[in-house]
């Protein structure tokens, strides 16, 4: 089955750039979807790779792909943007989603 | 807007059954696959189902095939998770999402469930 790795947790002091990175087998052919979830809430779709799909609270993300790797960058970073991320891919008839990676903004 | 609400969760002991409901508005039902997903206390995302605009097309996670009914009513705009021989580790919060080229575009904001003696 189709497996996705991302770090455990990353730190980044306000103003500054976090990228989370996704890694799995040839991701970059893939539609990858990237989640953010804040404590106690429901997931929010923030982006997708190859969709025009991007949530409003985007304009500060951006996302890149090359090979068994894929990026979610956070630009300007707020003490608002401190959630889990999570990427996810559709493989052979399943939703796969990583482990997720805790970004905390100090 | 699109709007998602679950129902039907609570706690259930060992073994027991449950269903869960979605009920969706804000959006064409029947034009979108729907799924369910889950997490477990303190642990990632967890995808259990999805089913087809019409029910025809339906997938489960391994954790859960064989327990676990997806299904739909179109004319109730809603999805559904027959949940059965329940174990400790399904405790978790479900969600349900509309699916969007393969990903949970709107998500509801789930419904625990508990399973304990």
């Known amino acids: 089955s189709y497996e996705l790795t991302q770090p455990l947790s990353l730190s980044v002091a306000p103003g500054q750039t976090v990228t989370i990175i996704c890694e799995g087998n040839n991701i970059a052919n893939k539609n990858v979807h990237w989640y953010q979830q804040k404590s106690g809430q429901a997931p929010v779709l923030v982006f997708s790779?190859?969709?025009s799909h991007s949530s409003v609270i985007a304009e500060r993300f951006s996302v890149s792909e090359s090979g068994d790797t894929a990026t979610l960058s956070i630009s300007k970073a707020q003490v608002g943007d401190e959630a889990d991320y999570y990427c996810?891919?559709?493989?052979?008839?399943?939703?796969?989603f990583g482990p997720g990676t805790k970004v905390t903004v100090l | 807007q699109v709007r998602l609400v679950e129902s039907g969760g609570g706690l259930v002991k060992p073994g027991g059954s449950l269903r869960l409901s979605c009920v969706a508005s804000?959006?064409?039902?029947?034009?979108?696959?729907m799924t369910w997903i889950r997490q477990a206390p303190g642990k990632g995302l967890e995808w259990l189902s999805y089913i087809g605009r019409s029910g025809g097309s339906i997938s489960y996670a391994d954790s859960v095939k064989g327990r676990f009914t997806i299904s739909r009513d179109n004319a109730a705009n809603s999805v559904y998770l027959q949940m059965s021989s329940l174990r400790v580790e399904d405790t978790a919060m479900y969600y349900c999402?509309?699916?969007?080229?393969?990903?949970?575009?709107?998500w509801g904001q789930g419904i625990p469930v508990t399973v304990s003696s």
């Open positions: 804000g959006f064409t039902f029947s034009d979108f696959y």
């Open positions: 996810q891919v559709w493989d052979s008839g399943t939703l796969v």
């Open positions: 790779t190859k969709s």
């Open positions: 999402a509309r699916v969007q080229l393969w990903s949970g575009d709107f």
